[in-house]
């Protein structure tokens, strides 16, 4: 049975939610937002009705998700006196709670997920280290990984670009997760991906080490402005290999992108080599690689803007993209983040897509930092 103080616990928790959300002023701006909706002439511009249904829903969420809560709280709070009376056993009163501290931290993640990209679709790359088959072998099961995520949160996950290996696994592949904060959740997936195990592909059954790299950047859409320079892009085709049926290898409506990057801020350069397969449609997968590569090109500004925010906040702890981040020893059936030090011993699960908890830890840690600007 829970206490007094567990129960005065979930209703701080809640009133605190109430505050860090700005309720009531959301409730006062929803009003005054939908009133322009019911405008005349409101969807003579698509683009910009578009937006402002956009707006709206997204207050709309944040209203109903507090409610959710709020309606919790106060059932738990009163099946905690019912309990006195014996109108409610104690397990109704256990599991009620259980819910209310679910919908409370599942709202106070969102709550630090307030930048505009969060709420963003992600695109997630991911690159095989070097170390040949064993390395191409854990990039797919990374990929694995989070197909399953993705299946099990309810997010539409599609394959825009895979290079097999040369005997088994992937030498890189690119994911596009579609659904509410993908690439809020998934921004802490960013870095190198260290596993430790017995090689299946080892003569001498040694223990190997492999690395895998895992890029994520929010998969943005016709209202944000992103400026491409035509002039520096140039196109190859080649034919589509892999599953795909009989024709798959005879047209080539495999896009390969080419955008020669000159970086506002420093003057250096760098080509920026984008592939795409993901229809046998030539036209539409030119479309889906200038998608992703002003994707690309928003999250190179978002870093930039990482970079000068850490500068002023130089005694703040900040995350290092690109840095080693997650190690998976299968033989010592561990699981560790080096960033926050969460760690788990259920090796299966987190290779099936479990990976909530360490989603979790790093946005408790790190996500507040990050939410201030």
Same mark, same amino acid.
């Given at each position: 049975m829970i206490t007094q103080e567990q129960l005065k616990e979930v209703k701080d928790r809640t009133e605190a939610l109430h505050h860090y959300l700005n309720i009531d002023a959301k409730q006062m701006q929803l009003e005054e937002e939908q009133l322009r909706t019911q405008a005349p002439g409101f969807w003579d511009d698509q683009k910009r009705a578009e937006e402002q249904m956009k707006l709206v829903k997204g207050l709309e969420k944040w209203i109903k998700g507090y409610g959710s809560v709020k309606s919790l709280a106060d059932e738990l709070d009163l099946a905690f006196e019912y309990y006195k009376e014996e109108l409610v056993t104690e397990q109704e009163v256990d599991e009620l709670y259980q819910r209310a501290i679910a919908a409370i931290e599942d709202l106070e993640l969102k709550n630090m997920l307030r930048r505009e990209e969060?709420?963003?679709?992600?695109?997630? /790359?991911?690159?095989?280290?070097?170390?040949?088959?064993?390395? *191409?072998?854990?990039?797919?099961?990374?990929?694995?990984?989070?197909? !399953?995520?993705?299946? &099990?949160?309810?997010? /539409?996950?599609?394959? &825009?670009?895979?290079?097999?290996?040369?005997?088994?696994?992937?030498?890189?592949?690119?994911?596009?997760?579609?659904?509410?904060?993908?690439?809020?959740?998934?921004?802490?997936?960013?870095?190198?991906?260290?596993?430790? !195990?017995?090689?299946?592909?080892?003569? *001498?059954?040694?223990?190997?080490? @492999?690395?895998?790299?895992?890029?994520?950047?929010?998969?943005?859409?016709?209202?944000?402005?992103?400026?491409?320079?035509?002039?520096?892009?140039?196109?190859?085709?080649?034919?589509? &290999?892999?599953?795909?049926? *009989?024709?798959?290898?005879?047209?080539? @409506?495999?896009? !390969?992108? !080419?955008? *020669?990057?000159?970086?506002?801020?420093?003057?250096?350069?760098?080509?920026?080599?984008?592939?795409?397969?993901?229809?046998?449609?030539?036209?539409?997968?030119?479309?889906?690689?200038?998608?992703l590569l002003r994707s690309m090109l928003y999250d190179k500004e978002l870093q930039h803007r990482m970079q000068e925010q850490a500068k002023v906040e130089a005694g703040k702890k900040k995350i290092e993209w690109g840095s080693q981040i997650r190690s998976y020893v299968f033989d010592d059936r561990r699981v560790k983040d080096h960033r926050t030090n969460y760690q788990t011993s259920d090796v299966g699960g987190v290779m099936d897509g479990k990976i909530d908890a360490f989603i979790k830890a790093y946005l408790m840690e790190f996500g507040g930092e990050q939410s201030e600007s």
């Open positions: 969060d709420a963003m679709d992600a695109v997630l /790359k991911i690159n095989a280290g070097a170390g040949g088959t064993e390395a *191409q072998d854990w990039a797919q099961m990374l990929m694995r990984m989070y197909m !399953r995520w993705a299946e &099990s949160n309810g997010y /539409k996950c599609a394959v &825009s670009n895979v290079l097999d290996g040369d005997d088994a696994g992937i030498k890189t592949c690119t994911l596009e997760i579609m659904g509410e904060f993908a690439y809020g959740y998934l921004k802490s997936e960013n870095g190198v991906h260290r596993l430790v !195990r017995v090689s299946p592909y080892n003569a *001498q059954g040694k223990r190997m080490t @492999s690395f895998a790299s895992v890029f994520v950047t929010p998969l943005v859409d016709d209202s944000i402005e992103v400026n491409i320079e035509q002039a520096r892009i140039s196109w190859d085709t080649f034919r589509s &290999s892999g599953a795909g049926g *009989q024709n798959v290898n005879k047209v080539e @409506s495999g896009v !390969r992108l !080419r955008y *020669q990057y000159k970086d506002p801020y420093t003057g250096e350069e760098e080509e920026i080599l984008i592939e795409n397969t993901e229809t046998r449609d030539q036209p539409k997968n030119k479309e889906n690689a200038l998608r």
